[in-house]
């Protein structure tokens, strides 16, 4: 639920959660009769409490940061293959290689919107519906060429740089649906919010507001919680994944190819050689 959300309003709402959590502490401590020499281990819960937000913190970040690398990373490889298929097309004959780097050039575009979709479940689904559809063209395109000339030994290194660039589709999918369990995310919230309420009854204890302080630590956590999220959230916050490998390989494909008159004489011709060809 948390996705359709913007990262700034939910810093701010666990902002404001945790000065009013706070606040609720303080009225508790100072309302609280307690004995001079009364024994209490009020300050072993608070730092209990504050350490187990730290470490919460600290895990919460290493597996978003971890993350965030392995899309960066599987955005780079899905570049780099989809690179290498357009230019073994050279490797096909003109009319299977025109058409070829015309459905390359579509799908590049379908993977550019399927990553910039980021975690809105609905947007993913459509252009990966779309970037199966280009992936049964291109392979039904390879394997016709393949038929046409079964004894060749260039066009097998097209389609093995073709699955590669079909399977790092899946690999991307993969990943950008891993997120931190909601779970996790809101046990956080919880203990941070438990330990605003320790801080705020340490403070009414003593009948000192803290004000500074209270900001102070309401302001840290919902940032590093706020960081967090961003970095959970590839396409949605300010921190996102750079396409801009992907986008370079569409820049390198240029405009629509159409399968001129000379190209189609020449498919023709290399068919005839091809079948001409004595056993």
Same mark, same amino acid.
């Given at each position: =639920?948390?996705?359709? *959300? ?15 959590? &706070? ?12 004995? $001079? ?21 600290? +895990? ?32 096909? @004959? ?13 799908? *590049? ?19 990966? @519906? ?7 063209? =291109? ?19 097209? *389609? ?20 931190? $369990? ?31 302080? &209270?900001? =102070?630590?309401?302001? =840290? ?12 959230? $590839?396409?949605?916050? +300010? ?9 370079? *390989? ?25 079948? &001409?060809?004595?056993?």
């Amino acid at each position: =639920m948390y996705n359709s *959300v913007a990262t700034w309003v939910i810093v701010l709402v666990i902002g404001a959660l945790i000065l009013l959590m &706070s606040e609720l502490g303080f009225r508790i401590g100072k309302n609280e009769k307690v004995s $001079p020499t009364a024994d209490r281990p009020t300050g072993v819960v608070q730092a209990a409490a504050f350490t187990l937000v730290g470490l919460l913190i600290a +895990f919460s970040f290493s597996i978003a940061l971890s993350r965030y690398d392995a899309r960066r990373a599987v955005t780079l490889r899905e570049a780099n293959s989809i690179g290498t298929t357009v230019l073994r097309t050279d490797l096909l @004959d003109a009319q299977s290689a025109v058409r070829e780097r015309n459905l390359l050039r579509q799908y *590049v575009a379908a993977r550019i919107a399927f990553a910039a979709g980021g975690t809105n479940p609905s947007a993913r689904v459509q252009k990966d @519906d779309r970037s199966t559809a280009l992936q049964r063209d =291109m392979w039904t395109t390879a394997v016709r060429a393949a038929r046409r000339d079964p004894r060749s030994t260039t066009i097998p290194l097209f *389609v093995e740089s073709l699955n590669e660039t079909i399977d790092l589709s899946d690999e991307q999918a993969s990943i950008l649906s891993a997120n931190i $369990p909601g779970l996790v995310l809101g046990v956080l919230v919880l203990i941070a919010l438990v330990a605003a309420v320790m801080m705020g009854f340490g403070f009414g204890r003593q009948n000192e507001r803290g004000f500074v302080s &209270s900001i =102070m630590f309401a302001v =840290m956590l919902a940032l590093a919680i706020g960081v967090t999220l961003d970095l959970d959230r $590839p396409q949605r916050g +300010f921190i996102r994944v750079s396409l801009a490998p992907l986008t370079a *390989v569409a820049r390198s494909l240029g405009p629509a190819e159409g399968v001129s008159r000379s190209a189609r004489k020449s498919s023709a011709e290399h068919r005839t050689l091809k079948e &001409s060809r004595p056993l």
